[in-house]
Every structure is written in C-alpha cells, then in structure tokens.
C-alpha cells in the first residue's frame, strides 16, 4: 500500500472514482453523466502518467547526451 501513498494522481483518481459512484447510486445523477465522467477521469489519468513518463524519459535521454 505504499505505492499508494506515493501516487497524487491514483490518490485523486480514486476519490474522484468513489464520489462520482456515491452519486450514480443515490441517483443524484444518471449513468450517462456518471460514464462520461469517468471517461474524462480516465483520460486524464492516462494523459498525466503519460506526460510524465515521457519528460522522465526524454530528461534521462538529455543528460546522458
């Protein structure tokens, strides 16, 4: 469990994941909006791990040059 302590963005993404759930089951919103968000939540999650392995990667590649 350390790796999630770690992890801001796995930390937001679940908080984000579980109140987004807790509205869908208390119908506070509809499926279609709840699938949506976690949609967007997902490809942002993706999109910043993303970004973040590449300027590691492209940082690493830059000073071994």
């Not at 302590?5 to 509205?23: C, D, G, N, Y």
């Not at 909006?33 to 300027?55: K, P, Q, R, S, T």
């Amino acid at each position: 469990m350390k790796w999630l302590a770690k992890s801001r963005k796995l930390q937001v993404f679940l908080l984000m994941f579980i109140s987004a759930t807790a509205f869908a089951i208390w119908k506070d919103v509809a499926f279609t909006d709840w699938a949506d968000f976690m949609v967007w939540l997902g490809g942002i999650y993706a999109v910043g791990n993303v970004g973040e392995h590449g300027a590691e990667a492209l940082s690493k590649r830059n000073q071994t040059t």
